[in-house]
Each structure stands twice: as structure tokens, then as C-alpha cells.
């Protein structure tokens, strides 16, 4: 017989030899393993050494469900994490599954706010729900971002890209650096998943940028947001006071995601936020987490607007100096004949030195106020403190351009004179232009004059630098220019410091309204913390000037006494 076929001769003829030798086999195996046991235990010492334990009813129905429950999960994921456990009852059971069921969900829900931003823009349904079902894997394709496969079948291949507008790639993907096309809007209206989280902590999070504003005379709260380009409505206000909706349409692009919200109409709404009067367009959206977004268009119609926060650290002004809005003058349009470029020695600064001059040029070149130069010309920087005020960087041109530059002419208003009229009025303001000179641009000829050297590079100036020869008169002539083409009455400039005067407080107001639309229109920037606005008595240049009287400012008299 076939060795073989013998296991089956086993089963179907347990009387044949061969069965009888095999039971016969391990009949002395068993046996021997019998007898090299040490002794046999009793019963009861038999079931403690296997940790035999009583099981009542209660507790193998609770096993039998534990296993069935564990057995009927769908996920895969979550039944492993559970199998993983030593120790593990029903109520520990159900509790691990829902809370890592709950994680998976959420998992999904952030997966798929992704997937769902290009569901417009793919062509191909069964894709989108085939690549939501597999989840991401390591190979992406580089034009949609889903799983990787031939450029063919990609439902990116014909759209549009929502960030850059260029075609075949979607925008979460885009690499570009270029601003949306369309309308932004901040995150505080946009993704339906995550409006009730944010709705929840609004109030408490952005109540500082929070007003009241009434429309119609409903009082509604409305949400400042300096990230949105237009202002919105919750849709649901409009349909509560029956509000005229005009239909429109317009995608809204989420600032920090790809997702795209449709609006619902709008309402042109008189809208009064203390003593002042709007009409106001507002775009119509649900779930806002706010009655009211006002955004940069109703922003825009205002200088400034400032928040009071509770901060311990000093008013932090995020704009920097930006250029006027004017032509430039010629700073170097005098110069002598003999006038050649020089290029001055360097100097040896101290270590916290040149650390003040790292960051004063690196906060320049941030400003745009500097850049760097390929110029034949090289002046130094100082750095120079005083008793009562703090480190300034300065350029030291006496040795460069300066030699050079034929003095301009242009008069600095007299003192006296200048005061003595100021104090025929009764309400005065004063304005202080910042960084006075960095406002003025440069033209291109005079730029390669101003060049200097800092921390081993070269740069030159795109505004008037402080020190050079005819700054003064050139920076006066401006702001001069500037009152006599805008008609300003009762305006009075000695360099970087306006005051702006009348004798009746509602023409003093007229006044500086008129002021500072005129330095909108030319870009002038302030420096708000030193302004003063409305008062009867002022300092100006070294005089204390109140309703006809001029005497000296108290503070210059000081290191006298």
C-alpha cells in the first residue's frame, strides 16, 4: 500500500494493522509523558494551576455579546484596536469603540471638507466618490492632488484653477503665490462643518471687535473682520424683518481654504453706528457667526480705525511709512562741477551697535523706504543717542554728496510770525507727520547718491534721507505745495508738525476734515499717538499758545530751572 493513501485506510478501516500499530504508538507516548509527571495533583490543585475559574451566566452573556459586538464591527481599524487589549469587558468595549469611532469620523470630516472643495471642478463623479472611499495614499497626483494616475483620466486636466486661473490643476494644489481672483473672506463665514464651532466662541473670542450698528433700527451685532473684502448679512436677519433682497450671485473664496460659498442676494440697508450714517451694501449669507460682517469695503471709507484692546504693551501701529502720492522733487538738481563719487572708509561699530544697524535696515527694507544699490557712491552709518532721546541710524554724508550739493534757498516760515498768527484762533489741532522725510519719494537719477554701507552690503535710499544737504528745504516746499494746491485755510507747516486753527469749533472740525482728506489724496501718514485734536491750548515749537496768549513752553524752561 502507498504511504500515502495509509491516513485514509485510517479513517475508513480502523481495524486494519496499521491503525492498530499507530493507536498502540501513541498509546506509549501518552503514557511515558504520564509518568514523568512529578505527581498527580488533585482535582482541585489541577484547576488552580490551570487558573480555572468559576463563570456564572451573567458574566459568559456579557463575553458571548463583548465577542459578537467586537465580531460585527464594520471598521477594521477600530476592531483591531480593540483586539489589541488583554483585558477588555463589554462596557470598556463600547466605550473604546465609540470614542475611536467618533476620532474617525472627525478624521473623515477634515478629509472631506478637502475633497468636497474640488467636486465643482471635477467632471468625473464616480472619481470623487472612488477617491473619498480609498482615503489618500502616498502617491498624489501632482495636478488634483488625489490618488496618483495617467494624466488622461485626471478630472483636473480642464479646470480652472480657483487661486492662480490658470488651467489644469486645482487650486489646493497650486504652488503659485498670486492673489485669488475673486472675492476673499476670512474664516469667520464660510465652511458649514465648521460654523458651529466658531459661532460658539465668537462672542467671547472677537468681542472686541464687535459694535452694534442698527439697521432699519434693529440693533444687530456686527463683526469687524479686517480679512473680508466686502461686508454680509446673515441670511436669515433679511428674512426675519422682510427685508428687499435684490438677487445676485458671487463666489466667496475662503482666505485659507479652497472652499467656495455662493452669496444669496444682497440688501443696500441704511446702516447707523453711533452718530454716523451709511448705506451700506451688504451680500447675503447663512450660517454667519456674527448678525453683521463688516468687511474692508465699509473699512475703506474711514482714515483709520482703531481698537481698544487689553494689552499691558504699547499701541502697535501694523502700517508702516508709505510713499506720498506726488511727484517727486529733484533733491540733487544742484550740484558743483567738480562733483565726483567718493567712497568713504569703513567704520568699526560695537556689537550692539551693529545689532541696532541689522535691524533698523532690515526694518527699512521691510518699509521699502531702502534698497539694495549698485552705485559708484558709499557713505557710512552712525548711530547716535542723547540724553533724551533713544539709538537713531544716521547716515553720515558730509564726506559723499554733501561736498557737493549747492544749498537750496527755500525759507522755513518764520517763528514769530507763525505763532503770533496761530494765536488769533481759539481750537487748535496739531498733526505730526512720521518719519517726515521717508515720506517724500525719490527720482531714480538722485538714488544712486544717497548709497551706503551696512552690514557689508550696499544700499541706496527710494525716499529723501535724513541728513542730506537740502532735506529741510525740499521737505518744506512740499507740505507748502501741498496747502496752497488743496486750499486749506488756517493751516500753518513747519516741517513734519501741521496745526490746523479756527475760532469756532464746528469750523475747526470742517477744517481738519478737509486736512486730512487732502493727505489721503497725497498718502501723508501720521503719527496718531502724537496728534492732538479740539483743544484751546497747544504747544507748538517751543511756545504754549492759548486764546491770544503766547508764552514759553514749559518744557524747554526746564533745564533752565
Not at 382 to 400: A, C, F, N, P
Request: proline fraction near 5%.
Amino acid at each position: 500500500m502507498d504511504r500515502h493513501l495509509r491516513p485514509a485506510v485510517l479513517m475508513t478501516d480502523p481495524s486494519s494493522p496499521d491503525a492498530l500499530k499507530t493507536w498502540r504508538h501513541w498509546k506509549r507516548t501518552f503514557d511515558f509523558f504520564l509518568e514523568s509527571l512529578p505527581s498527580t495533583p488533585a482535582p482541585n490543585k489541577l484547576a488552580t494551576l490551570v487558573n480555572f475559574v468559576a463563570v456564572s451566566a451573567e458574566v459568559h452573556k456579557n463575553e458571548a455579546i463583548r465577542d459578537a459586538f467586537i465580531s460585527g464591527l464594520i471598521s477594521p481599524q477600530i476592531r483591531q484596536r480593540l483586539l489589541e487589549k488583554k483585558k477588555l469587558n463589554l462596557e470598556t468595549a463600547y466605550e473604546d469603540a465609540r470614542t475611536l469611532d467618533m476620532a474617525e469620523k472627525q478624521s473623515l470630516s477634515y478629509r472631506s471638507d478637502v475633497i468636497a472643495a474640488a467636486v465643482d471642478e471635477a467632471p468625473d463623479e464616480n472619481f470623487i466618490d472612488s477617491t473619498a472611499a480609498a482615503g489618500y495614499t502616498e502617491e498624489k497626483c501632482y495636478f488634483c492632488g488625489y490618488k496618483k494616475h495617467p494624466r488622461a483620466k485626471c478630472p483636473a486636466r480642464e479646470a480652472t484653477c480657483k487661486k492662480c486661473g490658470k488651467l489644469g490643476h486645482f487650486a489646493k494644489v497650486c504652488k503659485s503665490t498670486e492673489k485669488p481672483r475673486k472675492t476673499a473672506m476670512s474664516l469667520t463665514s464660510g465652511n458649514p462643518k465648521l460654523t458651529t464651532v466658531t459661532s460658539a466662541s465668537a462672542i467671547r473670542s472677537l468681542k472686541k471687535a464687535q459694535i452694534t450698528v442698527k439697521i432699519h433700527g434693529i440693533k444687530l451685532n456686527a463683526l469687524v473682520d479686517t480679512g473680508s473684502s466686502d461686508s454680509y448679512m446673515n441670511l436669515s436677519i433679511a428674512k426675519q424683518y422682510g427685508w428687499k433682497v435684490t438677487p445676485s450671485s458671487c463666489d466667496i473664496n475662503m482666505a485659507s481654504t479652497g472652499l467656495t460659498k455662493k452669496t444669496q442676494g444682497h440688501c443696500i440697508v441704511p446702516l447707523f453706528y453711533k452718530d454716523r450714517h451709511y448705506t451700506q451694501k451688504l451680500s447675503l449669507l447663512p450660517d454667519l457667526c456674527a448678525d453683521v460682517i463688516l468687511g474692508l469695503d465699509f473699512l475703506g471709507k474711514h482714515s483709520e480705525v482703531c481698537f481698544p484692546w487689553d494689552g499691558h504693551q504699547d499701541p502697535l501701529n501694523i502700517l508702516g511709512v508709505a510713499a506720498a502720492n506726488f511727484e517727486a522733487p529733484s533733491l540733487f538738481e544742484n550740484l558743483t562741477e567738480d562733483c565726483k563719487p567718493i567712497i568713504t572708509k569703513s567704520r568699526h561699530h560695537s556689537l550692539l551697535d551693529e545689532r541696532f544697524i541689522e535691524y533698523e535696515v532690515q526694518k527699512l527694507l521691510k518699509e521699502e523706504i531702502i534698497e539694495p544699490s549698485l552705485s559708484p557712491w558709499r557713505a557710512q552709518v552712525l548711530v547716535t543717542s542723547g540724553e533724551r532721546h533713544k539709538k537713531r541710524l544716521v547716515i553720515d554724508y558730509s564726506q559723499t554728496i554733501n561736498k557737493y550739493t549747492l544749498l537750496d534757498a527755500y525759507p522755513l516760515p518764520r517763528l514769530d510770525k507763525m505763532v503770533e498768527t496761530i494765536s488769533r484762533y481759539k481750537y487748535y489741532s496739531t498733526f505730526d507727520l512720521k518719519s517726515a522725510y521717508h515720506q517724500i519719494p525719490l527720482k531714480e537719477s538722485d538714488k544712486e547718491y544717497t548709497a551706503f554701507e551696512a552690514c557689508g552690503n550696499l544700499y541706496h535710499f527710494k525716499r529723501i534721507p535724513f541728513g542730506v544737504t537740502n532735506g529741510v528745504a525740499i521737505f518744506q516746499r512740499t507740505i507748502d505745495n501741498i496747502i496752497k494746491q488743496e486750499g486749506l485755510p488756517a493751516c500753518f507747516a513747519y516741517l513734519d508738525n501741521v496745526t490746523v486753527c479756527r475760532d469756532d469749533l464746528s469750523e475747526h472740525d470742517a477744517n481738519v476734515k478737509l486736512f486730512r482728506a487732502a493727505a489721503r489724496r497725497h498718502g501723508l501718514t501720521f503719527n496718531e499717538e502724537k496728534n492732538v485734536l479740539g483743544v484751546e491750548l497747544i504747544d507748538v515749537t517751543g511756545y504754549r499758545i492759548s486764546k491770544g496768549e503766547i508764552r514759553p513752553d514749559p518744557a524747554r524752561l526746564t533745564p533752565l530751572r
